[in-house]
């Protein structure tokens, strides 16, 4: 066995059984929001890509454009999903039964296109509570849209996150969505304790 270097820039990571049990979890939830979303009309199919752990400040800093994030408390502790403004038009378009627009433009969402996106991020909720592993039921709720996702004081600087990215195909068309927990909170979630 030789030395290796540790690179202490890096945030601690997400064990690797705990990184299979989200997968799984994460996995079932998509093909329920999935048939959710197509007994409403919109026909899209989503993969998971990755879980990384990552710093919350260049994080949340490297987002562009309009994305738009949704608070959710998860066991009692709070995470961001994250829509990019092409997905939300893409959604809500998709659930109003509408053809894409050919170049999506970043741009402010009508009220109605806010209420179908929230409804979708809603179902998406429901299909989390579906498909979670356990026997005992997860406490999961929707709480407001964050305000400002780059300037977000919902997570310490200091407290590493697991990013995991999705990707979303509607209409020919693919957009990733991100979800960030704190790592300590999905560990509790999963019942490691230290």
């Known amino acids: 066995m030789s030395p290796q270097t540790y690179d202490f820039t890096r945030p601690p ?3 690797t059984e705990n990184k299979t049990r989200l997968a799984t979890w994460l996995n079932r939830s998509h093909a329920i929001f999935a048939e959710s979303l197509g007994e409403m009309g ?3 199919s989503i993969q998971l890509l990755d ?3 990552v710093w919350p400040l260049p994080t949340l800093e490297a987002l562009t454009g309009k994305a738009i994030g949704f608070r959710m408390d998860v066991g009692g502790n ?3 999903l994250v829509l990019p403004n092409t997905l939300a038009q893409s959604l809500a378009a998709g659930l109003l039964g509408d053809s894409l627009a050919a170049e999506l433009s970043e741009r402010d969402l009508s009220a109605v296109e806010n209420r179908l996106v929230e ?4 179902t998406f909720v429901g299909s989390l509570k579906e498909a979670w592993l356990d026997e005992s039921a997860i406490a999961l709720s929707l709480r407001d849209r964050e305000s400002n996702l780059r300037r977000s004081k919902l997570f310490r600087p200091n407290d590493p996150l697991v990013l995991s990215r999705s990707k979303l195909t509607i209409s020919g068309v693919d957009h ?3 979800w960030l927990f704190r790592l300590e909170s999905l ?3 999963f019942g490691v304790t230290e």
């Open 13 to 15: 990571q997400l064990p």
């Open 42 to 44: 919109l026909s899209l």
């Open 51 to 53: 879980q990384t752990t």
């Open 78 to 80: 709070p995470t961001i």
């Open 119 to 122: 409804l979708a991020v809603t």
């Open 176 to 178: 990733h969505w991100s």
């Open 187 to 189: 560990l509790q979630l």
